[in-house]
């Protein structure tokens, strides 16, 4: 999939990168991604297939591969360890039973990945037995503990050669590189590395066309001595190498699809938040994330490296983001909760000794006045530690916390929502802190799940944020798009409502942060980038909005032949097009079936009558158990203009003259005078109520006789005089009888039998579609319970503002659809 129309640039790495983000990409040799695979990833022959195929579409030679160990390897050296530091009587079995389950492990994939290449296969499992042997010397000499850092390299080590090995038996030069001969630590107990000097040694190892593929986890101190990154550290070994080489991207593929606005396992209604703002991500990390681990973000801060989070089994799905964007993505909320955090609280905890313990340890929360620190439930271990080796009385207890986390949430109006909800919850709060980027409510009690989804219901519910497209920038789009900051600063259901798209028959502007809707007329051709509708296409298939809404404004039939796609790719439909509704019956309903059933709005009321409420009308009264017996009506407002002039002062053809030059008309007058389009409405009303026909089943009289149709414009005009005697004749034969001319469509439904035609009558002057003003619309509705008395909508039925009008009405009520919208996400194992 390319999407060269809409970003410009057809490097692999733009299909991750190039649209939740507008940052200017570089070219496709100047752009460069970290691509980090983890363990779930790196597990069975199946897995490794996949990040096999995923390399091979998405990861150019320039970019670096770093990998974490096979499956749950480093568990099982971290077991070995324990193992060693309880001496227990079974020790020896049990070292024996992990060590050959991890030799098997390593071999079986060897084997199988590696199939047919014998000698390859053999070269990796000698270096893999010589690998056991020394762990087997160390553990007899009982070095192991010693040793345990070299210990739990090798996850990683085996894990780059077995990869690096597979790449290059299927064509890929590839190298492995050990990190330990390239990342240097300054300070270990930190994990802050000597930037200058690491850098220099990987660039001197990197070398031209080949792909490296780096061990994730490990690193060396300024002696040589082996360090790790701490667990799950190869995300950072990702962003460090990263900041090293000058990377854009860092992209992690892990078994998750990405970010979510709460945990959705426990919060059903979570959504994926798709960007977040590098300081909000830092702040999740903070408190404790899963995914965003707070030391992996450290790196990307000064270079703008943007962070991408992707799912090795869905690649093709859009994850989420972390890094520098626009307002609108800076408006989201996450609410994060967690039960595994421990209080510790000392008398002796007061500046100095708090300040020195900073150093060292990440705190969740630090508390002068109640002198308490809490910290995750996995670091706590060292901190009792490293309290008794300072002798430092201290009492433990367990926490939890519910936050709020948004961008400069302290500084806006959840502040006193989240307090608010917070003081009226059962949630037994020991205190509140406030953060720039979050509100961390505190207990020594555990955090019930409904509250963490009452908590995020309030928090999220009125916040979906949905992307509107205007399609077509004709008089029409301009006019919507003239309106469209009055109607967003005015309306509320458009407050999370933002302008991010316009495209025309050829090109495109495209901003995810927001078009400026002013001035985007003005600057199109100056922005737009060309762009067909399979640009279009894609681009919807990754955007970053909760919703997006696609507004049809052009007269095209291709576009409207393109719906089955917008809706295939979850896109809701706003149409003043009529091509779509008028399809053959079966082609329409298989296209509404197809919206509904992924659940996309499709809104086309501007079809007929501009802004007036005819569609609405007439759908209501259908749904509420009226019969409809007729609908009929004057539909056209050029028709409604000629036929109320032709009063006999003025020829026929000078009347289709004046209203070309008033721009009454379509460009080719004929396109009115054919009836088509009245036609066409009048198989949209009769559809809406329910009846179900095609436009050839109904009779339409057109006014432009077969031997001025093959005509060009001009002398079709020229030749117009030729109707005059025909429509003479017609208008005085009326005016004997006091009556008018008329251009009428008529439906009407009586015993069972349904008729319909437009063309051209002549009505008694004191009939309701005598009188009307001159480009007026008006529509009859009669029912069983409309009888005598028909139900009558009147009004200015066409022209560039009351459409714009109408587009806007239905831009109302869909978002208002739209932002009470209930939305499940699909948790593996939980409801898919
Ligand atoms: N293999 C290491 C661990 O499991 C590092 C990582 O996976 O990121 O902790
Ligand atoms: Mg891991």
Redesign the pocket.
């Known amino acids: 999939m390319s999407h060269t129309s809409v970003v410009g640039d057809s490097a692999k790495a733009v299909v991750d990168t190039g649209l939740l983000s507008n940052r200017i990409l570089g070219s496709a040799t100047t752009r460069k991604t970290v691509h980090k695979f983890?363990?779930s990833s790196l597990g069975t022959v199946q897995s490794l297939e996949t990040v096999l195929s995923i390399i091979d579409q998405r990861v150019n030679d320039d970019d670096l591969i770093v990998v974490?160990?096979n499956g749950k390897?480093?568990?099982k050296l971290v077991e070995i360890i324990g193992l060693v530091t309880q001496c227990q009587d079974t020790e020896d079995e049990a070292f024996t039973h992990l060590l050959l389950l991890i030799q098997a492990e390593h071999k079986a994939l060897i084997q199988q990945l590696l199939d047919g290449d014998i000698e390859c296969q053999q070269s990796l499992v000698e270096s893999l037995n010589a690998d056991i042997r020394q762990i087997q010397q160390w553990y007899l000499q009982q070095s192991l503990l010693e040793n345990r850092n070299d210990l739990l390299a090798f996850?990683?080590l085996w894990s780059s050669r077995l990869l690096t090995a597979v790449l290059n038996q299927r064509g890929r030069r590839t190298v492995a590189i050990d990190t330990r001969e390239c990342f240097v630590l300054s300070c270990p107990v930190k994990t802050t590395l000597n930037r200058q000097r690491s850098a220099d040694l990987l660039l001197g190892i990197l070398e031209s066309k080949r792909l490296h593929v780096l061990t994730?986890?490990i690193a060396v101190d300024e002696q040589g001595v082996t360090q790790t990154l701490g667990?799950?550290?190869?995300?950072y070994s990702a962003t460090l190498a990263a900041e090293l080489i000058d990377a854009n991207d860092v992209c992690l593929w892990t078994d998750v699809d990405g970010i979510y606005s709460a945990d959705p396992r426990i919060v059903p209604s979570a959504k994926k938040l798709q960007r977040i703002e590098a300081s909000v991500a830092r702040e999740l990390g903070r408190l404790g994330n899963p995914v965003l681990h707070a030391k992996t973000l450290s790196p990307l801060k000064e270079k703008n490296i943007h962070l991408h989070i992707n799912n090795t089994f869905y690649p093709q799905q859009v994850g989420s983001e972390v890094g520098q964007f626009g307002e609108i993505a800076r408006q989201e909320v996450s609410i994060t909760h967690s039960n595994q955090l421990i209080g510790f609280q000392s008398k002796r905890f007061n500046g100095k000794l708090l300040e020195q313990l900073q150093q060292t340890f990440s705190f969740i929360d630090v508390d002068e006045t109640l002198q308490q620190v809490i910290i995750s439930a996995e670091q706590a271990y060292e901190l009792r530690y490293h309290l008794q080796e300072l002798c430092v009385d201290f009492q433990t207890h367990s926490m939890s916390l519910l936050a709020a986390v948004g961008f400069a949430i302290r500084d806006s109006q959840w502040h006193r929502e989240f307090v608010a909800n917070i003081e009226n919850s059962p949630y037994p709060t020991q205190k509140i802190s406030v953060n720039e980027h979050s509100l961390v409510a505190f207990s020594k009690s555990d955090c019930q799940i409904e509250w963490v989804n009452k908590l995020h219901n309030r928090f999220t519910r009125k916040h979906r944020n949905i992307g509107v497209i205007v399609a077509g920038t004709g008089n029409i789009g301009e006019t919507f798009l003239a309106n469209f900051l009055s109607q967003q600063q005015s309306r509320q259901e458009l407050s999370q409502v933002h302008l991010i798209g316009v495209v025309n028959s050829t090109q495109a502007w495209f901003d995810v942060d927001g078009l400026p809707a002013d001035k985007v007329v003005a600057e199109f051709s100056q922005h737009a980038k060309p762009c067909d509708i399979n640009g279009l296409v894609d681009w919807l298939q990754r955007h970053p909005f909760d919703e997006v809404i696609l507004v049809d404004i052009t007269p095209s039939e291709t576009f409207a032949q393109s719906y089955q796609q917008f809706f295939a790719a979850g896109v809701h439909l706003i149409s003043a097009n009529k091509c779509a509704n008028t399809f053959a019956q079966h082609a329409l309903q298989d296209l509404q079936n197809r919206a509904n059933k992924l659940d996309c709005q499709w809104l086309s009321n501007t079809t007929v009558g501009a802004a007036l409420p005819v569609n609405y009308a007439l759908k209501d009264l259908c749904d509420s158990g009226h019969q409809i017996e007729e609908i009929s009506g004057i539909f056209s407002g050029t028709l409604s203009w000629l036929f109320s002039n032709f009063d006999g002062a003025k020829s026929f053809s000078q009347l289709i003259k004046d209203a070309l030059a008033l721009g009454l008309t379509e460009p080719d007058p004929r396109d009115d005078l054919s009836g088509l389009d009245v036609q066409r409405k009048l198989l949209i009303l009769a559809r809406l109520a329910g009846f179900e026909l095609n436009l050839e089943d109904i009779t339409c009289h057109s006014l432009v006789p077969e031997s001025l149709v093959g005509l060009s414009k001009q002398d079709f005009l020229d030749q117009s005089h030729l109707l005059d005697t025909d429509f003479n004749n017609q208008l005085l034969a009326a005016q004997q009888n006091d009556a008018c001319l008329r251009y009428v469509a008529k439906l009407a439904y009586v015993d069972g039998n349904l008729t319909a035609r437009v063309g051209i009558e002549a009505l008694d002057n004191k009939h309701a579609f005598a009188s009307l003003n001159p480009c007026d619309n008006i529509f009859l509705i009669k029912t069983n319970w409309y009888q005598e008395n028909p139900l009558i909508i009147q009004g200015p039925g066409a022209g560039r503002e009351v459409t714009a009008a109408g587009l806007h009405s239905d831009l109302v009520h869909l978002c208002r659809q739209l932002n009470s919208k209930h939305q499940d996400v699909d948790i593996k194992g939980i409801n898919s």
């Open positions: 983890g363990g974490s160990a390897t480093t568990d996850g990683e994730g986890f667990r799950n550290g190869s995300d």
